[in-house]
C-alpha cells in the first residue's frame, strides 16, 4: 500500500483490503508474493534467473528446474526474454516453480 | 432480426445499421496498462508475434483494436499486467472522469476492475481509491485484477453502494452501476436466446439511490461519472433526470474523440430537462464496441 494523505480517512471504512498483497506465510517461510514481484523485482540486484522457453515450459508443469547457480538456497526472481514472470524457490540445485501455472496458458 | 430492442427505434439513430451491427461479435479492444509498460513497447512486441494493433484514437495512445486477436487472456503480456481486455466504451468512462494524480477517488461498484486499475492508471498510482464492490463473491476477480495490474493505491470495501457511509467526501465518483446490460447484447453468445433480465423494472430505483448517493458523497469541487451499458432510456436520462430535480447538480460536457450521440431530450411519455444533451450515448453501429451511457456531474455553482 502506498502512503497517502487519505489513508487516515480511508481508516474509517470497513475496509477488506488494502493495496498489493507483498507477502504470505507458507510454514516457517515469508513468500514473496508473484504481482508483488512482477512490480518491484526489477529493483532487485541478486538472486535473478533469466530462463529459456524449454525450461518455462518445464516450471510451468510443474517439475522442478535443474541448474546451477552460484547463490544461497531461498527464492529466486525469474525472468523470461526480459520480464519478471514471478519467483521459483531454489534448493539443492533446482528450482521449484512457485508462479501460479494455472494462469499461464500462452505457451 | 426483431430483437427486444425495436422499442428504441425512433430513438436510436441508423436503426437498421445498429440492428445489423448486432449480428456481429464484438472485436478485442483492450487498453495498455502504462503503471508497468509504455504503450509503444507493448506494440512492438505483440507486432514481433504477429498481433496486429490499431489505435483507435489519435487521442488515446493507450487504447487499441485487436483484429485479429481470438483470446487476449492466453497472452503472456496479459498475465504479466501489461494489458486488459476492455470494451471500448467501457474505458471511456474513466478517460471522462481523467483524475488528477493524487486524488481521493470512489469507485462504487468496482468489480471486475477494469474501470478501477485504469483510474489508477491515469492516476499513476497515487492518491488512493477506495474500490467499493457489495457483492463479495465478485471480490476475488476484483483483486485479481488489480493485483495482475499492478495496482497499489486501491483499499477495497463492501458497502452496497445505495447505503455507503457519508463519512467523507471525494474529489472523484464514479458510479457505474448495475443495469439490464443491454449493451453488451454483442457479447452474448446465444444472442437469439437473449432474454431481457428478471428484475429490470426495479434497476431504475437503485440506480437513482445510488446516484443520489453518489452525489452527497462528492466534494464542493469534485465531479462524478454515472454510467451504465445499456439504452433504456429509464435507466440513463430518467436516472440522471431524477438527480438533476433532487440536488443542485449540475451536468456538465463531456469531451471525447470517440463518435458519441447526445442524451435524449424525451422518452415516451417523458420529458428530461434541457441539460440532459450533455450527456452521452455510445452505440455499437457507431464505433464497433457494446452499447453505453455516461453523464459528466459536478456541483452547481
Redesign the interface.
Known sequence: ??N?P??Q??S??????????AFQRIGKFVKP?T?MI??FGSLATKARVEIDEIQLETLVSGEPLHIELEIEDGYVILL?AG???GLGLFIEGKILPQIPRK????L | MKTVFDRYREIIPDFSAFQESLRQPVPVHFRVNRL?IEPQRLVQRLKAKGVHLQRVSKKYETLFLAPDLERP????E????YVHTQALTSCLACIALCPRPGS?LLDMCASPGGKTSHLAQLME????I?ANEPYPNR?VIL?HT???M??????????RAELF?L??RYDYILADVPCSGEGTFRMMSQRSNYIERKGKARLPELQKRILLRAFDLLKENGQLIYSTCTYNPDENESVVDYLLNSRDAELLSVDLDIQHEPGLREWEKGAYGREIHRAVRFYPHRLNSVGFFMARIGRRG
Open positions: 500500500m502506498i497517502s487519505f489513508l480517512s480511508a474509517r471504512l470497513k475496509v477488506k483490503r488494502a493495496g498489493l498483497r508474493s504481482r512482477q512490480v523470461f520480464h519478471i514472470l494462469e499461464i496458458s500462452f | 508497468k487472456g492466453k497472452l503472456l496479459y498475465f504479466l499486467g481521493y498510482n497515487t492518491g488512493l477506495i471480490h483483486n488489480l493485483s495482475r499492478g495496482v497499489l493505491n486501491t483499499v477495497t470495501a463492501a458497502y457511509p463519512k467523507q
